[in-house]
């Protein structure tokens, strides 16, 4: 039996780490390369029950590429022969030291731990459980480590990358968040309650090299006493489980256990003109709108609130996704258990969201939420959930009039109308337009007005030159981000 990784290297052997950690990227083991190389258009579409397919399909030519992605990504095992010519003897010894990889009976090698490539960092975590069965394990480890899925990838997509003081990331698992943030930050502080996970959060600070992150074991907001940060993180455990069996994903039968203790604590820790990301999934109610929850509790904290609805899954559909057995009778069993936690709670559906908190500005009125539908990124989002929050403000401000009759109004970008003309006639009511090129893919209801600015827009117009009627619908293309303005100064 394979044991899980134990994260363990000392500050001696700390350079030999980085330097065979650096040998395996050399062979173009990064997230643009794995994922090409794998036929995905997105690492979130990795499959962990179709292995058998990418090995055959996509890794037949056994280059030092391909024998990477089998062995620290698909957790494959090498023959020595083929071990041989990934790894030298002394990148091969020093990761066995620090638990990473292990010999098997027979000669054959095997990793107790899973390197996911995010960016640019390459990060250890354990194994994709429960997606994907650990050799010769029959069940997920309590103290098992979040592995790098989509969930990971989508905050790490999401989150601001303006440069900071300081960063907070909860529920750090494997220190993914952590680890990014650490290119922006003065210091990053990464806190996990799971001292397993703690210890490989700091493992990968070793591994990388990175010397401005701190990681401790603590409670979420416990170990930071009165301290306020520029950038908060957290993906916290939030499935509604009827089971408490992985520490890393249930999150009470609510899944509510610790995302409502974060926000609760945001007014206590975020920093004036600071911002707040955390990634979750959110149960919905028919006709209670999830905002409300949000709200409640920030228990009246003046925050502003953006929502960006990724997806979402039908009660039923969750259950089953969820339920686990060995037997038929056992599977509908856990179908059932996992149903009837929903059904008590009255969920509808389960929500995937990104939630991002900024400090309310007292001059634009009173704190705002905003919620908005996107396919999720595949790249880079920070700036345009910053430029949300910017909108918002504009559109809010007193002044806008004024701000208006001195600028120039032109397109955000390239915009795509849906819907805009049907057999040769006029732009139906119900059109729909998207800013083209952007990470989130966001469709906005327009109104005639807001059609007709846009219509209206060619290179770009004095606002003034509007008639004031329209102003409302400048402002909601606005908040919109379809246009923008120039100061005509």
Same mark, same amino acid.
């Given at each position: 039996m394979i044991p899980p990784a134990s994260y363990l290297v000392e500050q001696a052997d700390a350079p030999a780490l980085r330097q065979a950690i650096s040998n395996i990227? #050399?062979?173009?083991?990064?997230?643009?390369?794995?994922?090409?190389?794998?036929?995905?258009?997105?690492?979130?579409?990795?499959?962990?029950?179709?292995?058998?397919?990418?090995?055959?399909?996509?890794?037949?030519?056994?280059?030092p590429l391909a024998l990477a992605i089998d062995l620290f990504l698909l957790q494959g095992a090498l023959p020595l022969d083929e071990l041989d010519r990934l790894l030298a003897q002394s990148d091969r010894d020093i990761l066995i030291g620090a638990g990473l990889l292990a010999m098997e009976e027979g000669g054959s090698a095997r990793a107790r731990a899973t390197l996911f490539p995010i960016h640019d960092r390459l990060v250890f975590s354990d194994p994709a459980w429960p997606e994907l069965a650990y050799p010769k394990h029959a069940t997920v480890p309590y103290n098992q480590v979040m592995f790098v899925g989509p969930d990971s990838r989508h *905050?790490?997509?999401?989150?601001?990358? #303006?440069?900071? %003081? @300081?960063?907070?990331?909860?529920?750090?698992?494997?220190?993914? +968040?952590?680890?990014?943030?650490?290119?922006? @930050?003065?210091?990053? *502080?990464?806190?996990?309650?799971?001292?397993?996970?703690?210890?490989?959060?700091?493992?990968?600070?070793?591994?990388?090299?990175?010397a401005n992150l701190e990681v401790v074991v603590g409670d979420l907001f416990a170990p930071v006493g009165g301290e306020r940060f520029d950038l908060i993180t957290a993906n916290p455990p939030f499935v509604p489980s009827p089971v408490d069996a992985i520490r890393f994903r249930d999150g009470g039968p609510t899944g509510e256990d610790i995302q409502k203790r974060i926000?609760?604590?945001?007014?206590?820790?975020?920093?004036?003109?600071?911002?707040?990301?955390?990634?979750?999934?959110?149960?919905?109610?028919?006709?209670?709108?999830?905002?409300?929850?949000?709200?409640?509790?920030?228990?009246?904290?003046?925050?502003?609130?953006?929502?960006?609805?990724?997806?979402?899954?039908?009660?039923?559909?969750?259950?089953?996704?969820?339920?686990?057995?060995?037997?038929?009778?056992?599977?509908?069993? @856990?179908?059932?258990?996992?149903g009837g936690n929903l059904r008590a709670q009255g969920f509808a559906r389960i929500v995937s969201t990104l939630v991002s908190f900024r400090w309310s500005d007292p001059e634009c009125g009173s704190p705002w939420q905003s919620v908005e539908d996107s396919t999720p990124p595949k790249r880079a989002a920070g700036a345009e959930i910053e430029a949300a929050f910017h909108a918002e403000r504009l559109i809010r401000r007193a002044d806008l009039e004024q701000i208006l009759k001195g600028s120039w109004l032109r397109l955000a970008g390239p915009?795509?109308?849906?819907?805009?003309?049907?057999?040769?006639?006029?732009?139906?009511?119900?059109?729909?337009?998207?800013?083209?090129? +952007?990470?989130?893919?966001?469709?906005?209801?327009?109104?005639?007005?807001?059609?007709?600015?846009?219509?209206?827009? +060619?290179? #770009?117009?004095?606002?003034?030159?509007?008639?004031?009627?329209?102003?409302?619908?400048?402002?909601?293309?606005?908040?919109? %981000?379809?246009?923008?303005?120039?100061? #005509?100064?």
């Open positions: 990227a #050399r062979t173009g083991y990064s997230e643009k390369v794995v994922r090409e190389r794998l036929g995905l258009e997105d690492l979130t579409e990795l499959n962990w029950r179709a292995l058998p397919a990418y090995r055959a399909e996509r890794l037949a030519g056994r280059d *905050l790490a997509r999401c989150t601001s990358r #303006r440069p900071v %003081r @300081s960063t907070l990331d909860l529920c750090t698992g494997s220190g993914v +968040q952590a680890l990014l943030a650490a290119g922006h @930050s003065e210091r990053v *502080l990464a806190v996990d309650i799971n001292p397993r996970a703690a210890q490989c959060a700091n493992f990968n600070a070793h591994a990388l090299g990175i926000v609760a604590g945001l007014p206590r820790h975020l920093a004036p003109g600071g911002i707040a990301h955390i990634v979750t999934e959110l149960g919905e109610r028919d006709h209670e709108p999830i905002v409300d929850r949000l709200r409640e509790w920030l228990a009246g904290a003046p925050l502003d609130i953006y929502v960006l609805r990724l997806r979402d899954y039908p009660a039923t559909k969750y259950a089953i996704g969820h339920a686990k057995g060995d037997d038929y009778d056992e599977f509908l069993e @856990s179908v059932d258990a996992w915009v795509a109308l849906f819907d805009a003309q049907v057999l040769g006639g006029d732009v139906p009511a119900n059109a729909k337009a998207t800013r083209l090129g +952007q990470a989130l893919t966001i469709e906005h209801q327009l109104d005639p007005a807001e059609r007709g600015v846009l219509g209206a827009i +060619q290179g #770009r117009i004095a606002a003034s030159e509007l008639p004031g009627n329209l102003l409302p619908a400048v402002a909601s293309l606005l908040r919109k %981000r379809l246009v923008s303005l120039d100061s #005509r100064k």
